[in-house]
Structures are given as structure tokens and as C-alpha cells.
């Protein structure tokens, strides 16, 4: 590579000051910085979408903190989207904010994204990240020179990053880079060395490229060319270019305006609008599928933020975070990490410790040797969970700018990282924050997931999830079309989806959200349609499936105070259709159909308890008929035996029917005449899902059970152990344990059998033993403060005497 000339000044040479950097790279950052400061430029042309252009200013309003991305979109088709991300790290908006802290004009000359939209997928541009490329330069976004072999086949994509670092006899790209710049301080005099040295680089790269050029990387790079000319002529030779140092020897190399012209003409177009939308540092990393991505985000803004001891601070940051992780670590682990890490750069002949040293020093020193705290410590510190922000002024659809207005209302913050949210709907702030995801979710905005609540199971408590990702701004630009409230584009997108729903199923899940979401104005459009649907449907499947969501959906009327009146009515005629489908359509079922029915049959029982306890419902006697329907699957012997073992269980968890009657029933499923298969069909449906209690506490059908699985012929059993073995290792183990110590003790001692339990429940005595009882008694009194002294100092009475009996 050759020398540096002109050091202190402009580089040698005439033309403009062609900066080449690396995306998101520190000391691209710095070096870009230096030489502007350096140079004075009159002008700072920045690689980036034209439209943009009247969004720059804004990067210097307070409000303003990156990461940021600029987001371009379709305004026919939202949807079709691209971001140019930029971190406080990356060189452009370095060069922004420069240009605006000297009131020096800035632009982007990259292709419009009118054409980056219109052509392909949408990622032409070096940083546009549209989820497309997963790969890409770790110089530039989309360094694609083809391979000389195979000129008729599709560019070879090519990392110049990877390339240099094997040419240097580096096996990691990363740690070349750290070791050649962002260990490398930018003096006074050399403020232009690294970027003369990597345009040498680049260019001697595409030279060994040179059978062909990717399509859009030269049509991009002839607009650059003639945007750079057009500075020139305007501004003369104070023209300083911060583009990808991919790029650089192309905007050198001479090209004719009419051969740049030829290459732009007839590109597609689309109408296209661009704003701020704020970033994460976990989406600019790799592995999120950005092609421009870096590995560790994090760190490198540690890099640039902190040019003095950073390694200190790093590991000082580390020791922090260890700290709050209820871990063990001290001033002296940090003393001793530093020393290591500077030690193993020393072995390694690295100028600093770079975070292979840092992360190999913390592990040794701070996490005994284990990866699990390191997984803990990449996640948050070497990636990380920053969220920038834009200001209020950033152009918006009306549908964000709602959006933003109702969670400073509900003070709900958008935060990169994930949380939980606990709600309690007789709050009016906490309602009206679940109002707001729920619709949210109607819109296909997924900020939030709702999850199981850890305080209790009330209608009145809701547990949320949240996490709010970049790409959730593409998704409120495209709901925009619904409307410009969240309330009214919820409304719409809700009417639109019930018109669409080609299933049952889809409409009453449709309904229970519409509720959840409280969207009055859609419910009359949705009931309507469930209820056409569900005249038509004759499928009992399908309408099993639909009620309990229907009915779920009527309980929310009490802590929401929604009107369900409606709702009741078509749940009720729901259910009567059931009732009357049912007996039918469990009959000659095979086993996996049996299977799939006995979950209906248990969801419709839930469903059937809900709404006979709902007041509005008006339909008392349908848990009456309900039973009737149990009672005849229980009965007939075409009903396979899973039914009719799970039709008995849910008539005795009812008190429809009494052990002794449940005890008959089983004994008759499992008499000799049945086959092995059958009967124990019959079992699983009777026991299984949480019925071993039920076999603990009535060992005389823990006896049947037993007498009928060791009269089991051999032949046979094989072919009954996997269903009885689904059936048992679905209790807890406490539950398996005990009913194996009942067994084992055998007729007559507790265990099963058919001479097993008589005269009384076997491991109970007769009576109760007065003497142990009261044992406990001085317990419960200290437990309910009932021990100590009496009025004038007497011992208390018994107070408790006669509780347990």
C-alpha cells in the first residue's frame, strides 16, 4: 500500500475527499470525524436515500438519540419497506452531526428509494435492511463482485472485510479489524491514512472482481457518481463523499455523465414516503439477518464512547452486570481480569486486548471457567437491548402519531428489552392499557403477547409480555390503511377479518378478541356473521371447537362491562346443537378420531359449567341436558371407550352419578368379554388428565383396575402398555408413588384387589385417635393467635376442641 502525502491537509490529489468506512465500524467513526475536522469540507455528501434529505436537520434536535434507522415505505403497498440503520457509532451519522454542528450543508446521494422499492425486494442500498439479504460486506452492506468462473451465474458475494484479514494471515475478520483500526489512534498528522489505505485495498479487491460488476451495485454507484459531480460544480473542491469504501474506487474511476445517465434509465418507480424510526442495538448485529450487521454492537459503542481505558471500563461494566446477577464479584476479580486480558494480548502480539481477550479474562477470572454467565453477558452488554428515539416532529402516519399519544397517556414506554406487564383490570390506567394491545394484536402489531398470570387466574388480571422491535413501526405504517386511530383501525381491521373468515373457529376467536379488544362498533358486523356461520356449520367438530371461546368471551362482560346479552344467546343455541350432534358423531371412531372427540367432549364440558353460571345466559337447564348427553355416550357400547370411560369421570366429578354406580360401570368395561384394547381405552378416558387422586381416595376402583390388568392375557399386553403407560406417566410423581404403595401392600392392607377395602376406607382406623388429634392443637393455636394468657392471666381453653370432629 502506498504512502500518505499531504499529511495535515487535503490528500493528495484534486477531486473530492473520498472517505471509504465500514458501516457501524468505531473507528471508521473516529477517523471520519478527524478527517472532516481536518479538512473543513464546504459540503458532505453521505450514502444514503435522496428523500432523506429534509430529514436531517432533525439528528440535531435533543430529542433525537440513536440508534435510529431512516425507514423508507410504499405509500400504496406500507408493507414494502427498507431501513438505513445508523448507531451514535457509525460513520454517517457522525458526518450528520458534523455537518450540522458547523452548519455545513449535508446529503444523501445513494439511489432514491423510489427506485430501491420499486426494483427487486427492496435491499438495493448498502444499509437497507428489508429482511432480504441475510449476507453481506462487513465494509460495505452489499459488496457483491461476481465470481470470474462463472460469469452466467449469480454474483458471488464477496466479504473485502474477510478477504484483507487473509491476505494480513488472520483467521478472524473481527479481530483484524480491531487490531489495523479501532485499536489504532488517528493523530493530527494522518487524519486521511486510513481511508487512502483502505481505497488502495478496495481497490486492488475489485480489480480481482473484475470479469464483471453486480447490476445494482454499478447503477447505484453511477448516481453517486452524478451527485458528487453536481457538489462539485456548486461547491467546487470543498466536496467531502462518506460512502461504503466499497464504492471508493468506483467514485474515483472517470466515467462519462451520458454512460452514468444510460445506466439509470427506465429504473422503476413507486411513490414512496421516509421518516426516523427508532433502532436497536440487537438488530444491527449479524445475527439478527442484517447484511451490514456487526457482530457486537455493543461493544463497539462502548469502543467509541469510551476512548479512554476501556478495557477497564468494559470489564468494569461486566463486573456490574455479574453483580446484579446475585454473582460474586469483586474490585480485585476486575484487577485481575485486566491484567489477564492484557497479558493474553501480549501472547497473542495484539496492540490492545480486543473482546476475544476480554471475554476469554472474564470467563477464567469472573465466571469460574462456565459459558452460562458469558451467554448472559453477550446478550447484554456485547449486543445489547438499546432503543434510540426520535423526536415528536419526525413525519408520522396519523395512525403512529395516536399511538404514541395513547402510551404517554397509559405510560406505556417502548422498550427494546423483553418485560412482563401485570395488569388488573378494575384499574382504569390498566385497562385501558390492555384495551390498547389487544387491539394492537387485531392490527398485527405484536408488541405484546399475553401470557399466564402468576397472581391468579381471575378475569380481572391479565399478564403481558412486551417487547417492542423495529420492524413494529413498518407494521403501524402498514395498519394505517385501516384508519388513523388505534380504535378505528382495530374497528375496520376487525369487520374486514369477520367478512373474511372462511371458519367457525376463526369467528368466534374473532369474537373474544373484538370483547377483549372493546371494539362496540365491530362486535354487531362480527356477531352477525358468527351467527350466519353457525346456522351453516353442521360439523360438530367444528362448533365444539367454537364454543368455549364464545363462552370465555361472556365473562369478560363483568369486569369490562360489555354488553354479552347477544353473545349468551348464540353461545346457548350453540350448545343445543352440540347436545343434539354429539351422541352421533362419537360412534365407530377410530382411535385417533376418539382421541381428538375426548378433547371436544372436555371443552364443551368447561364451556357448558361457564355458561350455566352465567347470568345472562338465561338457559338453566343446560348443564341438565348436558348430563343426558354424558349419560347416553356413557351407555352405548359403539362409542369408542375412551368417550365413554371420560363420559363416566365427568358425570361423577358432577355428583350425577355415585361411586358405587361409577365402580359398576367400570367393572362392566372391563369385564372378560371386553378386549384388552377396549378396556383399556375405557381407563384412559376414565382416569386420565389428573384422575390418579381419584384412584388414591376410592380404592375399590383402584381394585377393579388392578384385578383387570393382571388378568390381562400375555398376548395381549403388549398391545395395552403403551395406552396404559400414556395414561399413568401423565400423573405426578407423588400420585404414581403412592398408588404403586397401595398396590404393593396387597387385599386387605390399603392395597388394590378385589378383597382389598371392606368394613371402612383401608389406612384409616375406625375412630378417630383422640390423642393424636390434640397433638396438634397447640400448633393451630399459635398459627391463629389463640395462644397465650386469658383475661386475669388464665391458661386459655380449648378453643379448637371439637374442629376435627
Known amino acids: 500500500m502506498r504512502g500518505v502525502e499531504g499529511a495535515g491537509g487535503r490528500p493528495p490529489g484534486a477531486g473530492p475527499l473520498l472517505l471509504g468506512v465500514r458501516h457501524h465500524g468505531p473507528g471508521s467513526a473516529r477517523a471520519v470525524r478527524a478527517a472532516l475536522k481536518a479538512a473543513g469540507p464546504r459540503v458532505v455528501l453521505i450514502e444514503g436515500p435522496p428523500e432523506a434529505d429534509a430529514l436531517i436537520p432533525l439528528a440535531a434536535d435533543q430529542d433525537m438519540r440513536p440508534p435510529v434507522a431512516l425507514l423508507a415505505h410504499a405509500v400504496d403497498e406500507p408493507g414494502r419497506s427498507a431501513f438505513w440503520p445508523l448507531a451514535g457509532f457509525s460513520p454517517e451519522w457522525v458526518a450528520i452531526r458534523w455537518a450540522l454542528e458547523h452548519d455545513v450543508p449535508a446529503r444523501f446521494i445513494d439511489l432514491p428509494a423510489t427506485h430501491t422499492l420499486a426494483w427487486g425486494a427492496g435491499d438495493v442500498g448498502p444499509s437497507a435492511d428489508s429482511g432480504a439479504d441475510a449476507e453481506g460486506s462487513a465494509v460495505e452492506g452489499t459488496a457483491e463482485p461476481p465470481e470470474r468462473a462463472c460469469p452466467d451465474e449469480a454474483p458471488l458475494r464477496v466479504d473485502p472485510l474477510a478477504a484483507l484479514a487473509e491476505a494480513a494471515g488472520y483467521d478472524d475478520p473481527e479481530r483484524w479489524w480491531e487490531d489495523v483500526v479501532e485499536h489504532r489512534g488517528v493523530g493530527e498528522g494522518d487524519a486521511f491514512a486510513p481511508f487512502l489505505v483502505l481505497e488502495e485495498a478496495m481497490g486492488a479487491l475489485r480489480e480481482a472482481y473484475d470479469s464483471g460488476e453486480d447490476h445494482r451495485d454499478l447503477v447505484r454507484e453511477a448516481y453517486m457518481r452524478l451527485q458528487v459531480r453536481a457538489a462539485q460544480r456548486e461547491f467546487g473542491d470543498g466536496v467531502a463523499v462518506v460512502c461504503g469504501a466499497w464504492h471508493v474506487p468506483a467514485l474515483r474511476r472517470k466515467a462519462t455523465v451520458a454512460a452514468d445517465r444510460a445506466l439509470l434509465k427506465g ?55 455479574l453483580r446484579a446477577e446475585d454473582r460474586i464479584v469483586s474490585s480485585a476479580h476486575v484487577i485481575e481480569a485486566v491484567r489477564l486480558a492484557g497479558t493474553l494480548a501480549a501472547m497473542r502480539g495484539r496492540p490492545l486486548p480486543g473482546l476475544s481477550e476480554t471475554t476469554d479474562a472474564v470467563r477464567a477470572v ?372 403412592t398408588l404403586g404403595e397401595l398396590v404393593r401392600r396387597g387385599p386387605g392392607q390399603g392395597g388394590g384387589g378385589a378383597g382389598g377395602p371392606t368394613g371402612g376406607v383401608p389406612g384409616f382406623a375406625e375412630e378417630p385417635d383422640q390423642e393424636r388429634a390434640d397433638a396438634v392443637l397447640p400448633v393451630l393455636r399459635l398459627l391463629l393467635g389463640l395462644d397465650g394468657p386469658g383475661p386475669g392471666g388464665e391458661k386459655p381453653g380449648n378453643e379448637l376442641a371439637g374442629v376435627g370432629g
Open 267 to 321: 429504473l422503476p418507480k413507486v411513490k414512496t414516503d421516509m421518516t426516523w424510526v427508532p433502532w436497536t442495538h440487537r438488530r444491527l448485529s449479524r445475527a439478527s439477518g442484517y447484511g451490514a450487521g456487526i457482530d457486537s454492537p455493543g461493544w463497539y459503542a462502548h469502543l467509541f464512547d469510551v476512548p479512554d481505558r476501556p478495557v477497564e471500563r468494559w470489564l468494569t461494566k461486566v463486573a456490574g452486570l
Open 366 to 737: 469472573m465466571c469460574d471457567g462456565s459459558d452460562v454467565p458469558l451467554a448472559l453477558i453477550h446478550d447484554r452488554l456485547v449486543v445489547g437491548d438499546v432503543l434510540g428515539a426520535v423526536p415528536e416532529a419526525a413525519p408520522a402516519v396519523p395512525l403512529q402519531r395516536d399511538l404514541a399519544r395513547l402510551q404517554r397517556r397509559l405510560r406505556l414506554k417502548p422498550e427494546a428489552s423483553e418485560r412482563e406487564l401485570e395488569l388488573d383490570l378494575r384499574k382504569e390506567t390498566d385497562a385501558g392499557r390492555s384495551r390498547l394491545l389487544h387491539r394492537l394484536r387485531l392490527l398485527g402489531v405484536g408488541w405484546g403477547e399475553p401470557t399466564a398470570s402468576r397472581g391468579g387466574t381471575g378475569t380481572f388480571r391479565e399478564t403481558w409480555r412486551l417487547r417492542w422491535e423495529p420492524e413494529l413501526s413498518v407494521r403501524v405504517a402498514e395498519a394505517g390503511v385501516w384508519g388513523t386511530t388505534v380504535l378505528a383501525a382495530a374497528t375496520a381491521r376487525a369487520e374486514a377479518d369477520a367478512l373474511a373468515a372462511r371458519t367457525l373457529t376463526e369467528v368466534t376467536a374473532l369474537a373474544e378478541r373484538c370483547l377483549l379488544a372493546e371494539l362496540p362498533d365491530a362486535l354487531p358486523v362480527v356477531m352477525r356473521v358468527l351467527a350466519d356461520r353457525a346456522a351453516l356449520d353442521t360439523d360438530v367438530g367444528h362448533l365444539a371447537q367454537a364454543l368455549p371461546a364464545l363462552v370465555r368471551s361472556l365473562r369478560y362482560g363483568d369486569v369490562r362491562g360489555t354488553d354479552t346479552e347477544a353473545l349468551a344467546g348464540v353461545a346457548a343455541g350453540l350448545a343445543a346443537r352440540i347436545f343434539v350432534g354429539l351422541p352421533p358423531a362419537c360412534v365407530a371412531l377410530d382411535a385417533d378420531a376418539a382421541e381428538a372427540t375426548r378433547r371436544h367432549v372436555d371443552a364443551v364440558h368447561g364451556a357448558v359449567a361457564l355458561l350455566g353460571d352465567t347470568p345472562s345466559a338465561g338457559h338453566g337447564d343446560l348443564r341438565a341436558r348436558w348430563h343426558t348427553v354424558l349419560r347416553t355416550l356413557s351407555g352405548r357400547d359403539t362409542v369408542a371407550g375412551v368417550l365413554r370411560g371420560r363420559a363416566v369421570r365427568l358425570l361423577l366429578d358432577d355428583g350425577e352419578v355415585e361411586q358405587e354406580q361409577a365402580a359398576r360401570l367400570m367393572g362392566l368395561a372391563l369385564s372378560p368379554g371386553t378386549p384388552p384394547a377396549n378396556a383399556a381405552a375405557w381407563i384412559e378416558g376414565f382416569v386420565g388428565g389428573g384422575g390418579g387422586m381419584l384412584l388414591v381416595h376410592d380404592e375399590r376402583l383402584l381394585g377393579l383396575v388392578d384385578d383387570w390388568l393382571t388378568g390381562v392375557p400375555a398376548q395381549a399386553f403388549t398391545d395395552v402398555l403403551p395406552l396404559l403407560r400414556r395414561t399413568f406417566s401423565a400423573y405426578e410423581p407423588g400420585v404414581r408413588r
